[in-house]
Structure formats: C-alpha cells, structure tokens
C-alpha cells in the first residue's frame, strides 16, 4: 500500500506541488498500479518510478527491522538479515543475473514444502509442530503465523487448524436484515438478497458464518483501544464462549 501524506494546500505556484512537501511511504514492488486490461508495460509506465515525478523525489530507506531484532540472538538476527536481503534480491530482479522479466529462481530446500499430496498438512506441521500438545500455551500462536496469497486458501488452512482443535464447536451468524430505501427496487432487492450478501468474503470483515472453539486464536480486524495494545492485527486467544 502506497501511503501519500500532504502537508497544507496547494498554493499557485510553479514549483512542484505549489513548494508543499508530499511522502510517499511503502514498498512499491509489493503493490502494482491497477490498469485496466493493461498488460506488463502498462502497468509498470504507471507506477511512480515511471512517473516524471520521479527524478524530483528523494528517496529515504529504511535499512533495520526493529520489531525483528530486539530481544535476538547476533546469530538470529543475522539470518534474518540474510534472509531479507535474499528477498529484497528477488523483488528488485538481481537474483540469478539479469533478465527480462522472467527468471529461475532457487529456493532454500528449509522453505519448501516437501508434500505434493497434501501441501497443507504439511506447512501446518511445519509451522505449528505439536499443535495439540501446545495450543494451550498462550505463548505458542504468538511468533507463529501463515500467510496466505488469496482469501480462499486463508479459509481452507483456517478450516484445517480448526478440525484439529479438541472440544466443541459455536456458531455465531451475522446480522442479515436489509434496510430498505424509500424508494426500493424490487429487482435490487432480489438481486442483494441475504442469502447473497452472506455469501460474501471479503477482506477486513468477519464471514457471515463464524465458528469458534475454546483456545482457538483469533486475529483483532479494528483499533479498539491502541492503548492497552487492542489494535488491528493484533492476535487473541478464545477463553470464553
């Protein structure tokens, strides 16, 4: 996510931005712009390293990890550094030479995932190793986490880690009443019946249908008290239902 602050408003002038100072935070090899039926050249002539902009900012990097590195051994946090500067290698295309957009990469053997028959099995087993015998420890899910390219593969492990989880099982389903305008379309209505809006999945919200078990982790999706640290990802551990 590219992050743009703007200090003041703009004022007529023929600097740039009217002589006001703009940041432009984040990765950009994280998030591409969004063309239209674009294709690669597109996509990459609208991003802001393209952009004549460009040559007017100053660009500022951020070289250490803090959250990473406090509280970690030399030799851990020079795996770690190692490990990030592999992927910063990936991401800026310096990995196995130059080339055209395209590239064989090799993979440390300890990242991959040595079942093809069942992958998620086994990258569960790999990050959560004794589940069974641990989850009751408040520490165990802290430094643990799977992160996940698409919303259905989220939902896929999270349906595996849940079948694992002794005891019973609760339910709880959203509100799933329309509140109607003045003047309602029949057709909209049908068409944004409940039956579809419960089907949705979407990033951010909770499904309309959630089951939870007793010890079974949950993830906090709002900032309710940033003080006492309830913040939006921040990792909880069901006591209660």
Not at 2 to 29: A, E, P, T, W, Y
Not at 113 to 127: A, R
Not at 135 to 145: I, P, T, V
């Amino acid at each position: 996510m590219h992050d743009i602050f703007n200090i003041g408003n703009s004022c007529k002038s023929d600097v740039l931005f009217g002589g006001k100072v703009f940041i432009f935070g984040g990765d950009f090899r994280q998030i591409l712009p969004v063309v239209p039926n674009g294709g690669w050249l597109e996509i990459v002539n609208a991003s802001l390293c393209s952009s004549y902009l460009w040559r007017k900012c100053k660009l500022l990097r951020l070289i250490r990890n803090m959250r990473l590195t406090i509280g970690r051994s030399t030799l851990e946090i020079q795996e770690i550094n190692n490990f990030a500067k592999w992927l910063l290698d990936v991401g800026e295309g310096n990995v196995r030479g130059s080339n055209d957009g395209e590239a064989t990469i090799e993979i440390s053997p300890d990242l991959l995932i040595d079942s093809s028959s069942d992958p998620i099995s086994s990258l569960i087993d790999c990050v959560y190793p004794s589940i069974l015998d641990n989850y009751n420890d408040r520490n165990y899910f802290r430094d643990k986490a799977i992160l996940a390219p698409k919303n259905e593969v989220v939902h896929e492990i999270n349906d595996r880690l849940f079948s694992l989880f002794p005891g019973d099982e609760k339910e709880y389903l959203s509100s799933d009443s329309l509140c109607l305008t003045e003047d309602a379309n029949p057709t909209q209505q049908r068409i944004y019946s409940p039956d579809v809006l419960n089907g949705l999945k979407v990033s951010d919200l909770p499904n309309h249908r959630l089951v939870l078990k007793v010890g079974f982790p949950v993830m906090l999706l709002r900032n309710i008290n940033q003080r006492n640290g309830f913040c939006n990802g921040t990792r909880l551990k069901v006591t209660k239902l």
